[in-house]
């Protein structure tokens, strides 16, 4: 019983983390009381299970851990892009595409393997982000050609 209430405890609060970083990734108020929604049922479901005793295949606890990480992994790389383009802004360089792939381990060790650009200026884009990020990031630069 002092096992389910902990579960219960911890789901409670992964819940309440996922419901913060749904509303500061969420575009819309729309689609923000949708994932409140999903999240609440979750919550409800997490709360029904210890008093019902049902066992799952794959535990809640989790699901919410796969889906907190992928949430966390969406608002990093939505921050890592913004940053690369003030970093190529400031170089005087137009980059109109940005793409990177962000991954988070096991340990919670957030790494970046690959960037791909569409920039102005092939030679400094590769540059900067090389100087940025580090050679072990596979960087792919396009140059838009006018």
């Known amino acids: 019983m002092l096992e389910n209430l902990k579960i219960s405890v911890i ?25 409140r929604f999903l999240i609440a049922l979750l919550f409800i479901i997490s709360l029904a299970i210890p008093l019902t005793n049902l066992e799952f295949p794959v535990s809640m606890m989790e699901i919410q851990q796969e889906r907190s990480q992928e949430s966390a992994k969406a608002v990093t790389q939505k921050y890592v892009e913004e940053a690369l383009y003030l970093l190529l802004a400031q170089e005087q360089i137009s980059c109109s595409e940005l793409q990177v792939t962000v991954h988070i381990d096991e340990n919670q060790s957030i790494s970046i393997s690959d960037v791909n650009a569409v920039c102005d200026d092939f030679q400094k884009a590769c540059r900067v982000l090389e100087q940025a990020l580090g050679e072990e990031v596979e960087i792919h630069v396009t140059e838009v050609l006018e």
Not at 14 to 20: G, T
């Open 11 to 35: 789901s409670v609060c992964m819940l309440s983390i996922a419901i913060a970083v749904c509303t500061l990734v969420c575009p819309n108020a729309a689609l923000a009381k949708q994932v």
